[in-house]
């Protein structure tokens, strides 16, 4: 299994970025994906997660507190590929994102995830 994530880099406040998450190795419906953050000295925090409902018949995204209104989350299965839009972005957002993977209903919690990107870097300046 592989995840490998893109499109982090350097903005400034309100900017805008779209990370990606390509996906190898696992059948994307089958699978919650997690975006997590972590910035130097501070816990692994969760930003958005896509993820089939518990009877599996429908999808829902889920976004933390901090990133209601400002990020969204989308998936392509055939494409495996997840996609996490950051619009009006603060400095206070700049952290390491990674995109991780794991079995089932999607979790807030990153502990709960199986398999996770290399993350990206993203830097939101004044």
């Known amino acids: 299994v592989q995840l490998v994530e893109s499109g982090g880099g350097s903005v400034h406040t309100g900017g805008s970025l779209t990370l990606s998450c390509a996906t190898r190795?696992?059948?994307?419906?089958?699978?919650?994906i997690g975006w997590f953050r972590q910035a130097p000295g501070k816990q692994r925090e969760a930003v958005s997660c896509i993820s089939r409902s518990s009877d599996m018949n429908t999808y829902y995204e889920y976004y933390s507190d901090p990133w209601k209104g400002r990020c969204t989350i989308s998936s392509n299965n055939a494409k495996d590929m997840v996609w996490l839009r950051l619009d009006n972005l603060k400095p206070e957002d700049s952290a390491i994102y990674y995109c991780?993977?794991?079995?089932?209903?999607?979790?807030?919690?990153?502990?709960?995830?199986?398999?996770w990107g290399q993350g990206a870097q993203v830097i939101v300046s004044a």
């Open positions: 190795g696992i059948t994307l419906g089958d699978y919650a």
């Open positions: 991780a993977a794991r079995e089932g209903v999607g979790s807030a919690w990153h502990f709960e995830y199986e398999y």
